[in-house]
C-alpha cells in the first residue's frame, strides 16, 4: 500500500474537472539564493522536483486548466509540468508581473483562480480545497489568501488584518514597518482570486517598493480599495514553508520524510531507526516489512509483504518481491526485480535484471541485463560482463543453476537449467542444462616441490651472507 498522506497527493486521482477552476503556478523566478544552475522548482524534494509537488495538489482539485509560468529558456520546467501548459514571463519583474504572464493562456475563463509558488512544495490538497470554498463563504471576498504563523516569520510577507478579521492589506517584509515586522501572521504566497478581477487588479499594481518589482500582494490593497472584500483562510506553517536556499530545501525534505516514515509505520511497516530511513513519495511497502538502518528508496520502489531490507542498502526503481532479503550494502538500480524469497546479499548491485522466486546472490556481483532462474544460486564475485564499450547483451540464467564464485559470464550467453560452472570460469558460450562447465585451467602439482625450493633458496643466501 502507498505510504499515505503524502503519496495519496501525488496518486494522480480521476477527477471530474472543475470547470470553475485554473490555477497558476509561478515557476519563473530566478531562485538566486539556491545559488543553483538547476531552475529552483526542479530541485527534487522526496524523489521528486518541487514544482511536481505543487502540481499533484493541485490536480485533485480538478481544474479546468493549470498554466505554469516559467521563464525564457526553461524547457526542462515545461517537460516536467507536461501536458499542463506554460506561459513565459519575458523578464522577471515579480510575482503580479508572473501572473499576468498567464493571462493569454487563460483567455475566456471567468471562474476562480488559484495562484500558487512554485517552491511551495508542500501544499495539501484539502488547505486548497478551505481556500477555495473561502471564495464563497461569509462576505464573499474576491481575494482569499492562505496564511501562515510560523515559529520564524523571518522574510515572509506580513498580513495586516482589518478590525473585523478581514484582511486590510499584505506587505512584503522589506517595505515593512516595525510595527508591521512584529505581525507573525504571514503570506504563504497561495492565493484564490475571483477571476474576473484578477487582471484588472493586477493591471493597477505599481512597482513603487524596496525592490522595483510588481508585487501579486499589492492586489489586496487594490481590491481593498474598490470596495471588494479580502478574507485570510489560515493554515498549519509546516504545510506552506516556501524553499528558497538549500537549507530551506533541507527542512522540508526532513518534514516530507518525518511524514513518510509516519505513513510507513503505520501501515504496517517495522523501521528499526526511521530517521535513518529516506523515502520517495512513491515507495510503496507491503505489510511487515522491516527496515534496518540507514536505508535509502529513490524513485520507483516497491517493497513485498514480509521483505527485509538489511543496514545500508540503496535502492531504485526497483521490484521487490514478498518475503526476499536485500542486503547488508545491498545496491538495487532501475529494472531490478527480486523475486518471492530471494536473496540479495552484501555487495551486491543489480541493474535491469530478474531474481526469481528464491534465487540468491549473497556476496559481491554484479548482475547486469540478466535473468537468474528460481533457486539459482550465484556464487560470490559473479559478474555479468553485460556491456563491451558499445552493446548491451543479456545473461540467462537456468532454473536451479549453481554459477560457482568468482565466475564471468560473457554476455549474450546461456547457462541452461540445473547446469553448474566451476569456480573462477570465463563463460562466453551456453551451457546446456544439467552440464557442467568449467574454464579453469588445469591444476598442476609437484609434490614437496616447495620444500626443495625452500633449501635450495636458503643455501645459496647462507653462502653469500
Ligand atoms: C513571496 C511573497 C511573500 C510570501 C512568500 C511566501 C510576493 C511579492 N511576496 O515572497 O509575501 O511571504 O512568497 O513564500 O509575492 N516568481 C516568478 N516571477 C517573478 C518573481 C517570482 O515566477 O518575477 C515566482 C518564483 O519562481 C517563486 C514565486 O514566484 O516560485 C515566489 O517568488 P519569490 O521571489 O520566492 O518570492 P518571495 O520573496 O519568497
Ligand atoms: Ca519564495
Redesign the pocket.
Known amino acids: 500500500m502507498p505510504l499515505t498522506p503524502f503519496a495519496k497527493r501525488l496518486s494522480h486521482e480521476v477527477a471530474m474537472t472543475s470547470p470553475s477552476l485554473a490555477a497558476i503556478i ?4 530566478k ?1 538566486t539564493r539556491m545559488k543553483s544552475r538547476l531552475p ?2 526542479l530541485h527534487p524534494l522526496a524523489g521528486r522536483p518541487l514544482v511536481a509537488h505543487v502540481i499533484a495538489a493541485v490536480e485533485t482539485l480538478a481544474p479546468e486548466r493549470v498554466v505554469v ?1 516559467v521563464a525564457p529558456g526553461m524547457t526542462d520546467v515545461a517537460e516536467v509540468v507536461a501536458p499542463h501548459q506554460t506561459a513565459i ?1 519575458t523578464r ?4 503580479a ?2 501572473v499576468g504572464a498567464a493571462h493569454a493562456a487563460l483567455s475566456g475563463f471567468t471562474g476562480d483562480v488559484l495562484v500558487l ?4 512544495p508542500l501544499i495539501t490538497s484539502e488547505t486548497l480545497t478551505a481556500l477555495v470554498a473561502a471564495r464563497t463563504g461569509p462576505g464573499q471576498p474576491a481575494v482569499a489568501v492562505l496564511g501562515m504563523r510560523p515559529a520564524d516569520p523571518g522574510a ?2 506580513r498580513l495586516v488584518l482589518a478590525d473585523d478579521g478581514s484582511l486590510s492589506e ?1 506587505v ?1 517584509f522589506r517595505d515593512a514597518t516595525p510595527e508591521q515586522k512584529a505581525i507573525d501572521l ?4 497561495v492565493m484564490a482570486v475571483d477571476g474576473a478581477r484578477l487582471f484588472e487588479l493586477l493591471a493597477a499594481v505599481s512597482d513603487d517598493n524596496a525592490k522595483g ?1 510588481f ?3 499589492d492586489i489586496v490593497g487594490l481590491a481593498r480599495e474598490r470596495g471588494l472584500g479580502c478574507a485570510v483562510v489560515e493554515a498549519d506553517a509546516d504545510e506552506l514553508i ?1 524553499i ?1 536556499s538549500r537549507a530551506e530545501l533541507a527542512e522540508a525534505e526532513a518534514i516530507v520524510q518525518n511524514g513518510l516514515r509516519g505513513a510507513a509505520m503505520a501501515e504496517g511497516a517495522t523501521l528499526r531507526d526511521p530517521a535513518s530511513v529516506f523515502f520517495s513519495l512513491d515507495t510503496v511497502l507491503g505489510r511487515d516489512v522491516v527496515v534496518d538502518p540507514w536505508v535509502v528508496f529513490e524513485p520507483g520502489v516497491v517493497v513485498g509483504d514480509n521483505a527485509h531490507i538489511r543496514a545500508f542498502s540503496h535502492i531504485e526503481g526497483a521490484t521487490i518481491e514478498a518475503g526476499a532479503t536485500i542486503g547488508p550494502y545491498a545496491r538495487l538500480r532501475p529494472g531490478a526485480r527480486i523475486g518471492p524469497g530471494a536473496r540479495v546479499g552484501n555487495f551486491v548491485e543489480v541493474k535491469n535484471a530478474e531474481l526469481e522466486a528464491g534465487a540468491k546472490a549473497d556476496h559481491l556481483s554484479y548482475i547486469g541485463d540478466a535473468r537468474v532462474g528460481s533457486d539459482a544460486n550465484v556464487g560470490a564475485g559473479t559478474i555479468t560482463c553485460n556491456y563491451d564499450g558499445f552493446d548491451k547483451a543479456r545473461t540467462d540464467i537456468g532454473s536451479g543453476a549453481f554459477i560457482g564464485s568468482n565466475t564471468a559470464l560473457v554476455a549474450p550467453v546461456t547457462v541452461g537449467d540445473g547446469a553448474i560452472v566451476g569456480a573462477g570460469s570465463v563463460i562466453s558460450r551456453d551451457v546446456p542444462e544439467n552440464a557442467l562447465a568449467l574454464t579453469r585451467a588445469p591444476h598442476a602439482e609437484k609434490p614437496l616441490w616447495a620444500e626443495r625450493f625452500r633449501g635450495r633458496k636458503s643455501a645459496k643466501h647462507k653462502e653469500k651472507g
Open positions: 509561478l515557476a519563473a523566478g531562485g529552483k522548482v509560468v514571463q522577471q519583474r515579480g510575482t508581473d508572473a509558488y512554485g517552491d511551495t515572509y510577507g499584505i512584503e504571514c503570506n504563504s504566497g518589482e508585487y501579486l500582494t516556501g528558497n
